[in-house]
Nanobody
Framework: QVQLVESGGGLVQAGGSLRLSCAAS????????MGWFRQAPGKEREFVAA????????HYTDSVKGRFTISRDFAKNTVFLQMNSLKPEDTAVYYC???????????????????WGQGTQVTVSS
């Protein structure tokens, strides 16, 4: 199994920044890529960004391109999500997840991920 622990959420004003971290442990060699998803109250969980562990290939949803950056520290098994120019509509619980698939186009689908963290709350005030 792979254990995932998110941190870094909080309350920030619109236009501000936050950096989320996701520490992976356990059978991390089973993980090809890591993704961030978010879920706002009353809405479905949606894909935010993903990155492959070794090559660092990235994939973003359109609404965060140019504002969010996903990165990883391969040696420390940690993935980051730098979020800039935050908007109230970014308010959600953010989850990191681990995927086995090397196919980038599948990384936006929650079903691709077999391990999930508990989530961290991000609240952006207007």
């Amino acid at each position: 199994q792979v254990q995932l622990v998110e941190s870094g959420g909080g309350l920030v004003q619109a236009g501000g920044s936050l950096r989320l971290s996701c520490a992976a442990s356990g059978r991390t060699f089973d993980s090809y890529a890591m993704g961030w998803f978010r879920q706002a109250p009353g809405k479905e969980r949606e894909f935010v960004a993903a990155i492959s562990w070794r090559a660092g290939n990235t994939h973003y949803t359109d609404s965060v391109k140019g504002r969010f950056t996903i990165s990883r520290d391969f040696a420390k098994n940690t993935v980051f999500l730098q979020m800039n120019s935050l908007k109230p509509e970014d308010t959600a619980v953010y989850y990191c997840a681990s995927a086995r698939s090397p196919i980038l186009l599948l990384w936006s689908r929650a079903i691709t991920y077999n391990y999930w963290g508990q989530g961290t709350q991000v609240t952006v005030s207007s």
